[in-house]
């Protein structure tokens, strides 16, 4: 996609997955800082600064470090949005991207069945080089890093009922 007069490259990513378990729950695990490292191994992410453990909300933000492509980086999100147990939106405050808005949608199917939506709305950094390097790999990477994550958040939330089921 691309801003019409701006001529930015913008994109925008869709992962959605279901999971059988309630909306709360599927909200409360996507929003664990805890969960969200354990997550994310392969890239070593961690939260190093302001909130670090537990379920983030409005207006929260977290410094995150972690290694992509080889290289250490940091990037500070903060919550932006924040409707329970349906919507948050995590934004980039300052990291590799030149801008990205990220929304948690959950919808409820049944009482306990919940679609998750992660979009991821970003625009890469550095001109035609992030245009280049976005089509190239930069897309594909964060499509299976976001997708990767779901399937973990949707274990994670199985596993939670699966216990309050014993």
């Not at 701006?6 to 695990?29: N, Q, Y």
């Not at 800082?33 to 983030?56: M, Y």
């Amino acid at each position: 996609m691309r801003g019409a007069q701006t001529g930015i490259a913008l994109a925008v990513i869709e992962v959605s997955i279901v999971i059988r378990a309630p909306v709360k729950v599927c909200f409360d695990v996507a929003r664990d800082i805890d969960l969200h490292t354990r997550s994310t191994a392969k890239t070593r992410e961690r939260a190093i600064g302001g909130f670090t453990k537990g379920p983030i909300g409005m207006g929260q933000e977290v410094t995150w470090e972690a290694v992509h492509f080889g290289v250490r980086q940091t990037l500070i999100s903060r919550i932006t949005a924040f409707n329970p147990p349906t919507h948050f939106r995590d934004s980039q405050v300052r990291g590799a991207f030149a801008r990205f808005d990220h929304d948690h949608v959950f919808e409820f199917i049944d009482g306990q069945t919940t679609r998750m939506i992660d979009r991821f709305d970003y625009t890469a950094r550095s001109g035609w080089l992030g245009r280049l390097a976005d089509a190239l790999f930069l897309e594909q990477y964060m499509t299976r890093f976001i997708a990767e994550r779901s399937r973990f958040l949707k274990k994670a939330a199985e596993r939670e009922m699966n216990l309050r089921d014993r």
